[in-house]
Nanobody
Framework: EVQLVESGGGLVQVGGSLRLSCTASGFSFDDYAIGWFRQAPGKEREGLSC????????YSADSVKARFTTSRDNAKNTVYLQMNSLKFEDTAVYYC????????????????????WGQGTQVTVSS
């Protein structure tokens, strides 16, 4: 059974940090690009970043590039999203997703390419 499980969300103050984890099982993790997305209430889903299957190249949206870092540990089948300098507008449900792509490249903007999705983890930024 394919699973992606996010963890690490919660309540954090403005300016604080959180690290989200996405742990995968049931597929050949090393061959998949992993992306991070979020959806705030009343807003469309937003692609944030992705990390390629090969050489760990990362790509990020301009809105988070300076504050969020994506990394992966293939030995643990886990991808991380380190979020720093959090703002009110970062409040959302955060999802990780995966698609088969053996490449140094990945696309965080094309959610339709992703085959597997996690259930999401809530991040709430407060004053």
């Amino acid at each position: 059974e394919v699973q992606l499980v996010e963890s690490g969300g919660g309540l954090v103050q403005v300016g604080g940090s959180l690290r989200l984890s996405c742990t995968a099982s049931g597929f050949s993790f090393d061959d998949y690009a992993i992306g991070w997305f979020r959806q705030a209430p009343g807003k469309e889903r937003e692609g944030l970043s992705c990390i390629a299957s090969t050489e760990g190249h990362t790509y990020s949206a301009d809105s988070v590039k300076a504050r969020f870092t994506t990394s992966r540990d293939n030995a643990k089948n886990t991808v991380y999203l380190q979020m720093n300098s959090l703002k009110f507008e970062d409040t959302a449900v955060y999802y990780c997703a995966a698609y088969f792509f053996k490449s140094r490249f990945c696309d965080y903007a094309s959610a339709h390419e992703y085959n597997y999705w996690g259930q999401g983890t809530q991040v709430t930024v407060s004053s």
